[in-house]
């Protein structure tokens, strides 16, 4: 079955530069995990994290590479948040 081309672009602002570099480091390894008929980009511009995503697989397979996307993304915000809270206690 031949699928169309499917591009998803997310632009996400953060806190700060840090926290956005942080991100874009955790999502490293969904670079490695996308199939061979999908792309991923991912660049900042200051604290503004930019991902586009390019698929020529389902749109089923879409949403799940996005849904680990915004997966990673949820964790690592609330790991930084819990951390930033630690180190601001002591």
Avoid: G, W
């Amino acid at each position: 079955m031949v699928f169309n081309k499917t591009t998803i672009t997310l632009s996400i602002e953060c806190s700060n530069e840090n926290f956005a570099n942080i991100i874009l480091k955790s999502l490293e390894p969904e670079n490695k995990q996308i199939d061979e008929n999908s792309e991923i980009q991912m660049f900042l511009d200051k604290e503004n994290l930019f991902i586009k995503f390019s698929s020529f697989s389902s749109i089923s397979t879409v949403r799940n590479t996005i849904d680990d996307i915004l997966s990673t993304i949820n964790t690592s915000e609330r790991i930084y948040k819990t951390l930033k809270k630690d180190i601001e206690k002591h």
